[in-house]
């Protein structure tokens, strides 16, 4: 069965450093999500992404955050400059279409120190 | 700006007994609304999804019930399974949107 994978499994960096989280939607899906959790809070959306561009995105995706999909399978997440409240695991998610079910990867757990 | 509520953090259930987890929305806007499974370390996996022109979707074990005037949808479990612990998130959505809105889950214990 078709899976999204995100690497790596687990980040540690130092504050102020920059990070980039991978992830491989399913295939012939066209839209993907970057969605974060807080230990101990809900999930979060913080932005979407179709043909190219960012459809959606949340007040927490600031000019720190950026998205790209630089190839026909990957679909990254990049912070900036990181702080420590960047502290969290960090979803990607995909689906066939907007109004579908979204398959969510097995997150990345980025601690900064 | 609580959109999705779950107003049970846990429940513990009997195995082979029904377990119903309850969920609340405010926006009238949402017109989907799924629910996800997730077990610690894991990300959230999909369950089963309801549209808002149905009232009832059944898979399974899964049930979802929706109550559109009440803004109200639950997750009915039977027979439930140790399987099954783990902590259920309800999500909505809207047609004009694509993004998920997350309840804060429900910690299911199903006991033996």
């Known amino acids: 069965e078709p899976e999204v994978t995100q690497t790596p499994s687990h980040q540690v960096t130092q504050m102020g450093q920059e990070v980039i989280l991978r992830c491989v939607p399913i295939s012939n899906h066209l839209y993907f999500y970057w969605y974060r959790q807080i230990l101990g809070q809900k999930v979060e959306f913080l932005v979407s992404?179709?043909?190219?561009?960012?459809?959606?995105k949340s007040e927490i995706f600031d000019d720190q955050f950026s998205v790209e999909r630089p190839d026909g399978s990957n679909f990254t997440l990049k912070i900036r400059s990181t702080k420590l409240e960047d502290s969290a695991m960090y979803f990607c998610a995909s689906s066939e279409d907007r109004a579908n079910e979204q398959f969510f990867g097995p997150g990345t757990r980025l601690t900064v120190l | 700006d609580q959109q999705v509520k779950q107003n049970s953090p846990s429940l513990s259930v009997q195995e082979g007994r029904i377990s119903i987890l309850n969920c609340d929305y405010t926006n009238s806007m949402f017109d989907y609304f799924l629910w996800y499974k997730k077990y610690p370390a894991e990300g959230p996996t999909f369950l089963i999804s309801?549209?808002?022109?149905?009232d009832k979707n059944e898979d399974g074990r899964f049930t979802v019930f929706l109550n559109k005037s009440a803004k109200h949808l639950s997750l009915h479990i039977v027979p439930s399974q140790p399987g099954d612990s783990a902590v259920y998130f309800c999500a909505a959505t809207s047609g004009s949107q694509g993004n998920l809105i997350f309840g804060k889950g429900t910690k299911l214990s199903v006991k033996p």
């Open positions: 992404f179709y043909n190219n561009e960012i459809s959606e």
């Open positions: 309801i549209s808002s022109i149905k």
